[in-house]
């Protein structure tokens, strides 16, 4: 029982470099996520899904997109990296409505210089 | 728009002691989840304990209890019989029960215990 896998756990851009993170589930769940941790602060939301082909920003979606084609995949890309972004990135999944709160990946930690 | 505020940024506790962690939230809704994550150096997000808006009685799982004040808009998480493992950041988090069950975070206490 996978849970939610994130690749890759450690990555070091350069400014104005591209890369996709990626997140797979296994337990069949409709809604995903992706939330940023700066150092000392809490997660903000950037983007989510609530099923295949079903997207919606969150609170800090500039810079990021994503993209759901299955049920399963949720992958992040950044486009033109900056220092800004330096940040750990967690992906996590839930049931509709499910009282359990979020399943969470064991995130990524992107640098960029 | 919904946020949870943490307001102790450090706590420290003594090996077997008890101690309190704060939370406030706000929102316009009157149905919705409220969560404790515990957050070790592995940065695993490790689910503590959890409670529904609708449901008076506090939640209680082990040595982890919360004191859910829907009125006030606390929920507060008290740890008993601390233990050296319970060393972690804590992270307060709110649900609304539609609107894709975004969970809103507040910013966090790092919890120290101390022998």
């Known amino acids: 029982n996978a849970g939610v896998t994130q690749t890759p756990k450690f990555r070091i851009l350069k400014i104005g470099q591209s890369m996709t993170l990626q997140c797979t589930q296994d337990m069949n769940h409709n809604y995903m996520y992706w939330y940023r941790q700066d150092p000392g602060m809490g997660l903000k939301l950037i983007y989510y899904?609530?099923?295949?082909?079903?997207?919606d920003k969150g609170e800090v979606p500039n810079g990021y997109n994503v993209s759901r084609s299955t049920t399963e995949d949720f992958p992040l890309r950044l486009e033109l990296a900056a220092p800004s972004q330096t940040s750990v990135y967690f992906c996590?999944?839930?049931?509709?409505?499910?009282?359990?709160?979020?399943?969470f990946g064991s995130g990524t930690r992107l640098t960029v210089v | 728009a919904q946020t949870v505020t943490q307001s102790q940024p450090e706590m420290s506790v003594q090996e077997a002691e008890t101690v309190t962690l704060s939370c406030t939230y706000d929102t316009s809704e009157s149905d919705y989840y409220l969560f404790w994550y515990k957050q070790p150096p592995s940065r695993q997000m490790i689910l503590v304990i959890r409670q529904e808006a609708y449901k008076q009685q506090n939640a209680t799982e082990n040595r982890f209890s919360v004191n859910f004040q829907k009125a006030a808009k606390s929920f507060s998480l008290k740890i008993s019989d601390s233990q050296l493992g319970d060393a972690a950041m804590y992270f307060c988090a709110y649900s609304p029960t539609g609107g894709g069950n975004k969970l809103t975070f507040g910013t966090g206490t790092q919890l120290k215990v101390e022998l």
């Open positions: 899904s609530v099923g295949a082909g079903i997207t």
């Open positions: 996590a999944s839930r049931r509709p409505a499910s009282f359990y709160g979020y399943t």
